[in-house]
Structures are given as C-alpha cells and as structure tokens.
C-alpha cells in the first residue's frame, strides 16, 4: 500500500499544470496619448530678437534726424550741330543751336554760358572742332558732349 501511496503521490507531484513561462507584456502606446512631434526648425531668414535691437536705431538718433534737401545737379541744355565751316588756312568754325541762346558760331577754344530754368548757369568750352564733329566740354559737370 505504501508502495501504491508513493506512486499516487508522485503521480499527484507530475500531475499540476505544467509551468506556462510568463507572458511578456506587450507595450503600446496609450490610445489618448499622441506621438511626440519633433522641434519645428526655426526660420534661418527671421532676425533674432538681439540683431534686430542692434540694427534699430537709437531714439535719440531718430529724434536728431536732419532732413537734406536734394539738389539737383544743373542739365546740359540741349545743344544742336547745324553747321560745319571747315576752310583752309583757317581756325574751322561751327554754326550750333543751343536751346536757350540760340544759333551760334563758335571756333576751338570758344566759351559760352547757357542759363537754365532754375537761374543757375553753367560755361561750355569748346574742345576741337573737325569733319568728324564738334567736341564741347562742360567743365562743371566733367562731361563732354560730341556733336555730329
């Protein structure tokens, strides 16, 4: 009987449920929980609040602003070739037209003044008179005009 008690009983020992190994949680994310957005990239082309401090004036400066009238740097009048004299033996001679003096005759070296509209006038000299044209030079404004 014993013998038959052993047995029952290690049958009893074999007999619970075998050992299930333990389940592993499966992790996931919460349904109310949202994935975590990344950093939004700042806009490289906006000013940092320390740059745009440095690049606005200061009040005073702004208050001390002193306005500059324009001026308008005087015109050359408008200045046409009617004429070339181009004789031998003599200092060639040009006949022009200038808009606020009129019909001229001028030679190499020749000075004249024009007035503009403003009041302000302003000395031509001529330069060099050839076949190719007449050269006039406004020393004022450091420009030449050729006139062909």
Request: include cysteine.
């Amino acid at each position: 009987m014993m013998l038959v008690a052993c047995f029952a009983s290690l049958s009893l020992c074999h007999a619970q449920e075998p050992e299930t190994p333990p389940k592993k949680e499966e992790k996931q994310p919460p349904a109310t929980e949202k994935p975590k957005s990344p950093k939004p990239l700042s806009d490289p082309t906006l000013l940092s609040p320390r740059l745009k401090k440095a690049l606005q004036p200061a009040a005073e400066t702004q208050a001390e602003a002193v306005h500059v009238k324009e001026v308008h740097a005087p015109k050359l009048p408008a200045i046409e070739l009617k004429g070339l004299l181009l004789v031998t033996g003599e200092k060639p001679a040009a006949m022009i037209e200038v808009k606020s003096k009129g019909l001229m005759l001028v030679r190499e070296g020749s000075q004249f003044s024009v007035i503009e509209p403003d009041g302000s006038s302003m000395t031509l000299i001529v330069k060099r008179i050839s076949d190719q044209g007449v050269q006039i030079e406004a020393p004022t404004l450091k420009e030449i005009i050729n006139l062909q």
